[in-house]
Each structure stands twice: as structure tokens, then as C-alpha cells.
């Protein structure tokens, strides 16, 4: 941030920018060890929670860091026309069918627009996709002034 100081977003505030947003950071760790990663996401308001499609790869860290975390911490930021914007939010982590989930929430994450870069070292076909719900206990955002 720059010179100018950051205020509380309240939660209105929160859930505007989570549904402008589609990528964050997932922090997890284990024991000493911690481990982030760049991942797409959608936001439900309704049930509290973040919707994470995480692709797994034979051997994944990641698989093995989400397996291991009780707590997982997310952050969303950007820049926005009104200044900066972050949001961290908290709370477990549980894999999910697409069974399981409601039809709404398997349209935002079929309907993520993810940036195209490529973070390993092997065809995006030789990845096993998972959606993972972050049951969001803890949520706070900050805004600059």
C-alpha cells in the first residue's frame, strides 16, 4: 500500500469483492514446513464458504500439504480503481464431489476464468481435479483509504 492508511472492510464490502475475484493464494502448513500456491475459486455468500479447483498431480505437494492442514488460510488481493484490496479468509478444508454440490456452485467453478500459465511440468491432462470447500470461519478484508 501506499502512503495512505487502510480501513476495515465490513462484510457487504467482502462479498462484493470476493465475487469480482476468481484467483487466490491457499496457504497451508505441516509442522514446520508451509506450502502456498496460486488456485482459482469461486465465492458462495450464502453458505459462507470458497469453492477451490485444485489439481492434483502422482506424488502432488499440494495433495500432501491439504491432506495433512486442519486450518488453511486463502488470500484474494488486487488493485482495484478505488485503491487496494485484500481479503484473507480461514477455516477447514474438505474435498467434495461434484455430486455433492449444488448446481450453482458446479456453474462457478466449471465457469472459472483461469489464467492461463502453466505452474508444473506436465500436461494439464496428466492432473486430477478436485473441488475443495474452504468452510470459511474467519474473514477479513482491508481496503486502502
Do not use: C, N
Amino acid at each position: 500500500m501506499s502512503d495512505a492508511t487502510a480501513t476495515r472492510m465490513d462484510a457487504i464490502e467482502i462479498a462484493d469483492f470476493l465475487a469480482t475475484q476468481h484467483t487466490g493464494v491457499l496457504s497451508l502448513a505441516s509442522d514446520d514446513d508451509a506450502y502456498a500456491v496460486p488456485v482459482s475459486f469461486a465465492y458462495d455468500d450464502a453458505d459462507s464458504a470458497l469453492y477451490l479447483r485444485l489439481g492434483y498431480a502422482p506424488g502432488s505437494q499440494k495433495r500432501t500439504f491439504v491432506d495433512a492442514v486442519d486450518r488453511a488460510s486463502f488470500v484474494v488481493y488486487d488493485d482495484t480503481p478505488d485503491g487496494w484490496r485484500s481479503v484473507v479468509a480461514r477455516g477447514r478444508l474438505e474435498e467434495l464431489s461434484e455430486s455433492s454440490l449444488d448446481s450453482s456452485i458446479v456453474e462457478s467453478v466449471r465457469g472459472l476464468d483461469i489464467p492461463y500459465f502453466q505452474v508444473h511440468d506436465r500436461p494439464a491432462t496428466d492432473l486430477e481435479f478436485h473441488v475443495v470447500r474452504l468452510d470459511v470461519t474467519e474473514l477479513t478484508g482491508v481496503a486502502e483509504a
